[in-house]
């Protein structure tokens, strides 16, 4: 028999506790905005993000903010392991969805988790320099304890494939312009610029603050947790994902692996062997 007593119904309306959304028949509130509000006062996606995750609407500024650094990093082509992914999977005929989740299952650590480690670096420097520490010596203090926990490659500076990072610029430039009208405090850009300098000083060449450093400054910038920084990254190449799946369903073909069918990988096992005789 079904307990419908009063403190039975509120413990199933308990079982899920959510301040995010009110839902109701007729009734969808976000955070206590009505959806039709949100609408009519056009709300941009990048608003509603950060309403989702941080409980407020942000400032316009900040929003368009926020939407420069979830823009920008929509997609790197099929050179990005993620993109690849997406589009051998679309080959396979396994439907957008599951293109997609193929794709954002591959952002961690290495590929999709430079934005957070790069948080993470930045707050830790500003951690220092609020206890007493020299800009100087707690960008040096915060390198050395980044290498002890990740190696030696520093999460947002150099690139792989670009000399310099043709995005990063222009965003740290947005930034600037949001800490003069007092949007941002502008503190984190001036630590992503001091980490960039000290490692081309000590490396005696350019090291270029990269994509991943550069929405970081303002992840850190809009006061984003450094674990959010990589979840913004997974919605932000989740578009490029998308469009890339959608294209090579539009290509066709069968199977396409990670390199053409001519090119057979290095074999390095055994060579041809007789089976031995079972006992």
């Known amino acids: 028999m079904t307990d419908t007593t009063p403190d039975a119904r509120k413990a199933t309306e308990d079982w899920w506790r959510t301040s995010i959304i009110d839902m109701s028949p007729g009734v969808i509130r976000y955070r206590g905005y009505p959806i039709e509000d949100l609408i009519r006062e056009r709300v941009s996606l990048a608003q509603m993000i950060w309403l989702m995750t941080r409980g407020e609407l942000p400032t316009r500024v900040q929003g368009d903010l926020l939407e420069s650094a979830l823009m920008s990093a929509v997609d790197h082509g099929p050179q990005a392991p993620s993109i690849a992914i997406a589009r051998m999977a679309a080959t396979c005929g396994v439907g957008l969805n599951s293109a997609m989740a193929s794709a954002v299952n591959v952002l961690g650590d290495v590929h999709g988790g430079a ?95 990269n994509i991943d450093g550069a929405t970081a400054v303002i992840y850190a910038e809009l006061g984003f947790p450094a674990p959010l920084a990589r979840g ?20 066709g073909g069968r199977i396409k692996g990670p390199i053409p069918r001519q090119f057979i990988p290095t074999y390095q096992g055994q060579p041809k062997r007789k089976v031995p005789a079972q006992r």
């Open 232 to 251: 913004l990254f997974c919605l932000s190449r989740s578009v490029g994902v998308l469009a890339h799946a959608w294209e090579q369903t539009q290509q």
């Open 115 to 209: 934005g957070e480690q790069a948080v993470e670096l930045y707050e830790d420097i500003a951690a220092r320099m609020d206890a007493g520490a020299s800009e100087d010596d707690a960008v040096a203090a915060g390198l050395r304890a980044f290498v002890e926990v990740h190696g030696k490659v520093i999460s947002g500076f150099g690139h792989r494939f670009h000399p310099v990072d043709p995005r990063s610029a222009p965003l740290l430039e947005l930034v600037d312009e949001a800490a003069k009208k007092g949007e941002v405090s502008g503190r984190f850009a001036r630590i992503g610029r001091a980490v960039e300098a000290t490692l081309s000083a000590s490396k005696g060449k350019p090291i270029p603050m």
